[in-house]
């Protein structure tokens, strides 16, 4: 199994650019959420979703919007970049409904820096 | 929401057994304690989770205080690739069905050879 994939690994953008990082995962899981990490830090919650067309805002949702369309694919847009979202971006998945079994699944993560 | 305190960093020895601490002394009654770990230059990894009972597993034990304000994360025998951070996270419901897990700063364990 290919787990949750990040699309790019690395991006350096202006300020004022726009741009999605891609997530994908093929476990099927109903729960996909965004991190970011700056550096020396913990992670973040930027936006999550429990399911298509269910999104909702985490701690840090400024200056980003989320879909979610389908079940496999949770993108992250920045509408106009700025230096201050230079981080790490992570994304997570798992399943939903039953704390039992619910673990993260996060994605190797995607380097952005905003010049 | 309901936090988590735990000591910057930690050191252990190889081969020794290592107890990392975690106080969450403003748990609810349905907030469940998990526990990752992120090595160097990568995503955070699933390490183990409960609720009320100690917990084991392949890769660790979690052993959680009768009064669930306490928990702490044990590694049998630390290995020089157990070196990572290790975040202790409550798992609580946010309302309308949906649900947060949040990474404070997290304990850095270095193992020494």
């Known amino acids: 199994n290919a787990g949750v994939t990040q699309t790019p690994k690395f991006q350096v953008l202006k300020t004022g650019q726009s741009m999605t990082l891609q997530c994908a995962q093929d476990m099927n899981h109903e729960y996909m959420s965004w991190y970011r990490q700056d550096p020396g830090m913990g992670l973040r919650l930027i936006h999550y979703?429990?399911?298509?067309?269910?999104?909702d805002q985490g701690e840090v949702p400024n200056g980003y919007n989320v879909s979610r369309s389908t079940t496999e694919d949770f993108p992250l847009r920045l509408l106009s970049a700025a230096p201050s979202q230079t981080s790490v971006y992570f994304c997570?998945?798992?399943?939903?409904?039953?704390?039992?079994?619910?673990?993260?699944?996060f994605g190797s993560g995607t380097q952005l820096s905003v010049l | 929401d309901a936090k988590t305190t735990q000591p910057n960093s930690m050191e252990s020895n190889e081969e020794e057994p290592v107890h990392l601490p975690c106080n969450h002394s403003?748990?609810?009654?349905?907030?469940?304690i998990h526990w990752y770990r992120q090595l160097p230059s990568q995503g955070p990894e699933y390490v183990i989770h409960g609720l009320t009972s100690n917990v084991n597993n392949r890769m660790a034990s979690l052993a959680i205080a009768e009064d669930r304000k306490s928990s702490t994360l044990i590694l049998h025998r630390a290995t020089l690739r157990d070196a990572a951070v290790y975040y202790c996270i409550l798992r609580g419901y946010s309302g309308a069905g949906s649900y947060q897990l949040t990474f404070g700063k997290g304990t850095k364990l270095s193992v020494i050879p």
């Open positions: 403003t748990i609810s009654g349905t907030d469940y």
């Open positions: 979703s429990v399911g298509a067309g269910i999104t």
């Open positions: 997570a998945s798992s399943s939903w409904g039953s704390a039992t079994n619910e673990k993260l699944f």
